[in-house]
């Protein structure tokens, strides 16, 4: 079985600064690793994905990620945030026999000061 | 080619009623998950269905919840006698075989028991 920790439920920071959303999890089989971000009143929509290679990988809006097995972490990072990127990020795990569940942590709240 | 489409969007029920949810998954898309969202938490999977099968409802409440996958038509969650624990958003997601680890989610339906 799966856990994912998201350790900050709320992140407060000022448009332009850098940010890291953390996360930590727990398996004990090789796993695929997500972030998902749900703007208010919307589903939630795939960022970016770890499923194999570079331990760095990037989205299309600026943020990164990198998978780090020894520490089982996949923070996620932004170097300067934008008033749009106010939501609700959410890290996940599934396991590598594809077509399965994710298993979700808890969620952090980014809000954007301006 | 649209998206997951989920309705109703929003759906208020008295307790003891009957909840339906419906799920139309994206085009070519045969696999499909329920997740549900309680308040201030993350997303906990809840059933994973293939056409006509129900392949782990391992998260499924073990009383007055049921889903369904036909041949034809949407995924449908149901939840009879609904009580006010109920109340939260259910998201549908969809993947188009059992190799995809990408679920593509829906906008939700969030259910208010009064």
């Known amino acids: 079985a799966q856990s994912v920790t998201q350790l900050d439920s709320q992140v407060p920071v000022f448009e332009e600064a850098p940010v890291e959303l953390r996360c930590n999890y727990s398996s004990s089989v090789s796993v695929y690793l997500f972030w998902y971000v749900q703007y208010p009143n919307q589903g939630l929509q795939l960022l970016l994905k770890y499923l194999s290679g570079s331990t760095l990988v990037e989205s299309i809006n600026g943020f990164e990620a990198e998978f780090n097995k020894s520490q089982t972490s996949f923070h996620l990072r932004k170097p300067s945030v934008h008033i749009s990127d106010t939501a609700e990020y959410f890290c996940?795990?599934?396991?590598?026999?594809?077509?399965?569940?994710?298993?979700f942590g808890q969620g952090t709240r980014l809000t954007i000061n301006p | 080619n649209a998206g997951v489409m989920q309705n109703p969007r929003h759906l208020v029920r008295r307790r003891g009623q009957e909840a339906r949810l419906r799920c139309s998954p994206m085009?070519?898309?045969?696999?499909v998950y329920w997740y549900r969202q309680l308040p201030e938490e993350g997303l906990k999977f809840m059933v994973y269905?293939?056409?006509?099968?129900?392949?782990?409802e391992s998260g499924m409440p073990k009383e007055r919840f049921s889903a369904e996958f036909p041949k034809e038509g949407p995924s449908i969650l149901r939840i009879q006698q609904v009580v006010r624990g109920d109340s939260a958003a259910y998201f549908c997601?969809?993947?188009?075989?059992?190799?995809?680890?990408?679920?593509?989610f829906g906008p939700g339906t969030r259910l208010t028991v009064t």
């Open positions: 996940a795990v599934s396991d590598l026999r594809g077509a399965q569940k994710l298993v």
């Open positions: 085009k070519g898309h045969s696999h």
């Open positions: 269905l293939q056409k006509e099968n129900i392949i782990d």
């Open positions: 997601a969809s993947s188009p075989d059992q190799s995809s680890y990408e679920q593509y």
